[in-house]
């Protein structure tokens, strides 16, 4: 089973800053579109942000716009999400995705054939 593995997550003040990380031990990612989900206690996954394969296209979410930044390097097999001016109500678990059928990316989960595991990411105010 392929799987992705995200890395990066942790505890962190409202205004501060982490950057995520997520891996395809094994495999190559490099023609699919990539995409950050989140979900929070209680709440439905949500689409964070997305990429394509060859990161000259970009999607958020209209609540993380202007404050995260995903990237991703294809020689290393890694995306990432650069996230600035945290808050609280950012706190989730974070699960990155591909979706191997695509180079655009898609804003819903099932659109995407493989996940990681997630990382928490909490925010104190």
């Known amino acids: 089973q392929v799987q992705l593995v995200e890395s990066g997550g942790g505890l962190v003040q409202a205004g501060g800053s982490l950057t995520l990380s997520c891996v395809a031990p094994g495999r190559t990612f490099s023609r699919c579109a990539m995409g950050w989900f989140r979900q929070a206690p209680g709440k439905e996954r949500e689409f964070v942000s997305g990429?394509?394969?060859?990161?000259?296209?970009?999607r958020y979410a209209d609540s993380v716009k202007g404050r995260f930044t995903i990237s991703r390097d294809n020689a290393k097999n890694t995306v990432y999400l650069q996230m600035n001016s945290l808050k609280p109500e950012d706190t989730a678990v974070y699960y990155c995705?591909?979706?191997?059928?695509?180079?655009?990316?898609?804003?819903?989960?099932?659109?995407?054939?493989?996940w990681g595991q997630g990382t928490q990411v909490t925010v104190s105010s």
């Open positions: 990429i394509s394969w060859s990161g000259g296209s970009t």
């Open positions: 995705a591909a979706d191997s059928h695509a180079r655009a990316p898609g804003t819903t989960g099932v659109e995407y054939d493989y």
